[in-house]
């Protein structure tokens, strides 16, 4: 059975001894800035670009735009003006920061066990760093970042691992893998609890042998996590997405998993048809956003109006022909479509608590809940996100 392994990199496969690293980092990076910004400006402009980072839930904005537009307007300076400054930073000094960092002996092999394994791997590590520097900290480590199916960095990522929406974007950027998934990481906060609130199994690497009695997931070692996988029925790792906070999870990361699926496409690469069968990455976009508009937000407010509501589905597949999706600019409807899916989310999280248990009847799932039916949505943005991830793959 094949297993997507989601794998922490601070403290999880690499020693990081943070306490030293980060006041050397900003120290390195503010003398680095010292002639364009003064320290103690550049330090809190810093910490204020990573605080909203961390606090953005917006899925129509990277990290990275969230910090720019943060941190050069409290140094008074454009990017342009300071970008070489700062790429030069991260070629030349960045790389100094090693010596507060050193390699576990067991990550590498793990690693390469896991690739043999024909396991799937991505380093889910939290998108607060630009690539460089994160590409950096991985050779480190004894890594290649080629190698991984993903790294998660601030440039294309919306999420940081304060939130569920983090580890569903990154199962969304691996294109919604079928099968068992494991979050590997130490940090309870950041790490483990978001990811189980996604519906993950998660194996906190936390230094102790002897798992403890009644913790939910997996613990011990980093070198224990070879024999505690080999011992494990995998199917035992089969995530679950059916609670509240995972459909919402899911429903905000499609816009941004799909902005960033699609951002290096041409306009030939939007209209690209892998058969004559398939959609077409524009066709795809078009479909979610008038299923948005007109049926999903059709049924929430059927939904909120009564006990016992019924909740009609029409045919949407004709729409792709009838309203000739594939001659659509394919990134004016994918704003579209994020537009009407935050529209969605702020109604969903104003509900009170007794409308996510109300009963009502589907069209095609019969008699459901108000959750259950909520969910639904989130699984067509699961499989449509498989359906583009497929068909980027082709382009």
């Known amino acids: ?30 003398q680095h800035l010292a002639n364009r910004a003064a320290p103690e400006v550049m330090l809190r402009a810093l910490l204020s670009g990573v605080n909203l980072m961390n606090e953005s839930e917006d899925p129509t904005r990277t990290l990275e735009e969230i910090f720019d537009a943060d941190f050069y307007a409290k140094l008074g300076v454009s990017k342009a003006e300071l970008i070489h400054i700062i790429e030069e930073f991260y070629d030349n000094i960045f790389p100094r920061l090693a010596q507060h960092t050193h390699q576990r002996p067991e990550a590498v092999p793990f690693v390469e066990w896991a690739f043999a394994c024909g396991y799937r791997i991505a380093i889910a590590t939290d998108p607060l760093f630009p690539r460089k520097a994160t590409y950096h ?51 309870i906060a950041r790490d483990l609890v978001p990811a189980q609130r996604l519906g993950l199994k998660t194996f ?15 613990r011990g070692k980093l070198a224990d996590l070879r024999p505690w996988l080999e011992s494990t029925n995998l199917s035992t790792l089969e995530p679950s997405f059916k609670s509240r906070e995972a459909v919402l999870a899911i429903m905000v990361s499609t816009p941004a998993v799909l902005r960033s699926l699609s951002s290096a496409l041409t306009e030939q690469g939007w209209k690209h048809e892998p058969t004559r069968n398939d959609w077409a990455m524009n066709e795809i976009i078009c479909h979610l956003r ?6 999903h937000q059709l049924q929430l407010n059927l939904m909120m109006q009564r006990e016992g509501a019924f909740l009609p589905r029409p045919d949407s597949a004709v729409w792709a022909n009838e309203r000739e999706y594939l001659n659509v600019d394919g990134k004016s409807a994918l704003m579209e479509f994020a537009s009407a899916r935050i529209e969605t989310l702020g109604i969903l999280k104003g509900l009170e608590e007794n409308i996510w248990t109300r009963s009502v009847r589907h069209a095609i799932f019969g008699p459901t809940n108000f959750l259950e039916a909520v969910s639904f949505m989130a699984d067509h943005d699961r499989l449509h996100v498989q359906q583009a991830w497929k068909t980027l793959k082709s382009v």
Do not use: C
């Open 1 to 30: 059975m094949s297993l997507t392994l989601l794998l922490d990199l601070d403290d999880t496969l690499l020693d990081t001894n943070l306490e030293a690293f980060m006041p050397a980092y900003f120290q390195a990076l503010s």
């Open 137 to 187: 900290r991985l050779r480190w480590a004894g890594f290649e970042p080629e190698r991984f199916d993903l790294v998660s960095t601030f440039e294309h990522f919306h999420f940081t691992k304060t939130h569920p929406a983090y580890y569903a974007e990154v199962l969304g950027r691996l294109g919604w893998p079928e099968g068992p998934v494991l979050m590997v990481g130490n940090d």
């Open 204 to 218: 906190f690497v936390d230094g102790e042998s002897a798992s403890s009695p009644g913790y939910e997931a997996g």
């Open 290 to 295: 008038d299923m948005e508009r007109e049926i």
